[in-house]
């Protein structure tokens, strides 16, 4: 089964620092999909970034960057120049392929705060 | 294009009572999902649909039941609520190849 775990409750990060959220992942499959969602406090889920486990380089979607080290099945994200609008619940979640749908196993997530 | 909508935002139920959490989507995506979120958790796949006519359990299935009514369209139904079964609901979409499953807005559902 596959798994997903964040270990950092909750963050805090001055405005224009870089932070790195952590997560690890454990699968025996050999293709899967490494996603991050950004949830703010109105609820929506918004997607962030996505790695695939094939991609030879890390995914970079503007200010954020997905640190892919696939040998200690990490896919931490990076969030460079802070904004007090990235203050969120952050989720990573793994796809599961079956066939033409695509599951998602999602970790607890992490809540950052940007502070001034 | 309105993406993923769900109906309704918000719900009070008292224990046993029925409903339907309805979800559109408008993207000709083929799959479509339903996961829950409970306070200090991630998103948990109650069911999901691969296409039109076919509907699967995800990891917590029970006291839920689905219907895939048309591509668009994929209902999540409480035959019995419980206490239990409150949460946030998320329905969400994707097309074959894609890397991203498109969420709605959530129902955010109290049973009593």
């Known amino acids: 089964a596959q798994k997903i775990t964040q270990t950092q409750p909750g963050m805090f990060v001055q405005e224009k620092e870089a932070v790195t959220l952590d997560c690890t992942y454990d699968?025996?499959?050999?293709?899967?999909?490494l996603f991050w969602y950004k949830q703010p406090s109105s609820g929506e889920m918004i997607f962030l970034i996505y790695?695939?486990?094939?991609?030879?380089q890390n995914a970079t979607e503007g200010r954020y960057s997905l640190n892919f080290q696939k040998a200690r099945k990490s896919a931490n994200l990076v969030i460079s120049a802070s904004q007090l609008g990235d203050s969120a619940m952050y989720f990573c979640?793994?796809?599961?392929?079956?066939?033409?749908?695509?599951?998602?196993?999602f970790g607890t997530g992490t809540r950052l705060q940007v502070t001034l | 294009n309105a993406g993923v909508t769900q109906t309704p935002k918000f719900q009070v139920l008292k224990t046993g009572q029925s409903m339907t959490l309805q979800c559109a989507q408008d993207?000709?995506?083929?799959?479509m999902y339903w996961y829950r979120q409970d306070p200090g958790m991630g998103l948990r796949l109650i069911y999901y649909?691969?296409?039109?006519?076919?509907?699967d359990k995800g990891e917590v299935p029970n006291g839920y039941n689905v219907s895939r009514l048309n591509k668009r369209e994929f209902s999540l139904r409480l035959e019995s609520a419980a206490p239990s079964q409150t949460s946030v609901y998320f329905c969400?979409?994707?097309?074959?190849?894609?890397?991203?499953?498109?969420f709605g807005p959530g129902t955010r559902l109290t049973v009593l």
């Open positions: 699968t025996s499959d050999p293709s899967y999909g």
């Open positions: 979640a793994m796809r599961e392929d079956t066939g033409t749908a695509s599951k998602l196993t």
């Open positions: 649909s691969a296409s039109e006519g076919t509907t």
């Open positions: 969400a979409s994707s097309g074959t190849g894609d890397n991203e499953q498109f």
């Open positions: 993207m000709n995506h083929n799959s």
């Open positions: 790695q695939g486990s094939y991609d030879q």
